[in-house]
Every structure is written in structure tokens, then in C-alpha cells.
């Protein structure tokens, strides 16, 4: 099975910003469209981003304006730019390569002054 790995969460005050990115193993990315899903305490898991094979994107209402999705397939990454964010941001973050069953397990976003 392919390992897909989140990084970049941590704690920041609302209106900061922070860069989530998922690497995986392989170049399952160069095939694959890729999301991003979030996870707050007591709710359940929502979509937040997408990005085709061929970089187009979509956004989640709630993050329209404020989250940036994007790819570098040379590196195998995928990268989620969040900017001016509000404490209803909080969540575990999850990557998905899109139709192949590969999630990673997850990186804190904490928005909390």
C-alpha cells in the first residue's frame, strides 16, 4: 500500500496561516486527482479541496478565498496554503489520493487565540 504523510499543522491565532503539505510515496499524484478532507472534534469529516490531474481546483464554500490547493508533481506533493484563519478552521486535516483508497492519517490544525 502507498503512505501518504501530512505535515505542517500546529497551533496558530485566528487570522494566521500555515501550510499543510502530503507527500507520498511513489508518484501515485501524477495519476491521481487529490483532496483535502478536515475533521472537527464531535463533527463529521468535510471536504475542504480538490485539484485534478490537471490543476484545477475546487473549494469548499467555507474556504473559498482563504485556502490555496496546489501540486508539485516533481516532489509528489500536494500543498494546502491557509490563510486568515478562524478558530472554526480547527480540525485534523487528511490528504486522499482520489480513487485509489490512499489517505494519510492526519496533521492538527489549531486556531485558537
Known amino acids: 500500500q502507498v503512505q501518504l504523510v501530512e505535515s505542517g499543522g500546529g497551533l496558530v491565532q485566528p487570522g494566521g496561516s500555515l501550510r499543510l503539505a502530503c507527500a507520498a510515496s511513489g508518484s501515485i499524484f501524477r495519476l491521481s486527482a487529490v483532496s483535502w478532507y478536515r475533521q472537527a472534534p464531535g463533527k463529521q469529516r468535510e471536504f475542504v479541496a480538490f485539484?485534478?490531474?490537471?490543476?484545477?481546483?475546487n473549494y469548499a464554500d467555507s474556504v473559498k478565498g482563504r485556502f490555496t490547493i496546489s501540486r508539485d508533481n516533481a516532489k509528489n506533493t500536494v500543498y494546502l496554503q491557509m490563510n486568515s484563519l478562524k478558530p472554526e478552521d480547527t480540525a485534523v486535516y487528511y490528504c486522499?489520493?482520489?480513487?485509489?483508497?490512499?489517505w494519510g492519517h492526519g496533521t492538527q490544525v489549531t486556531v485558537s487565540s
Open positions: 485539484i485534478t490531474i490537471g490543476g484545477t481546483t
Open positions: 486522499n489520493a482520489v480513487g485509489t483508497g490512499f
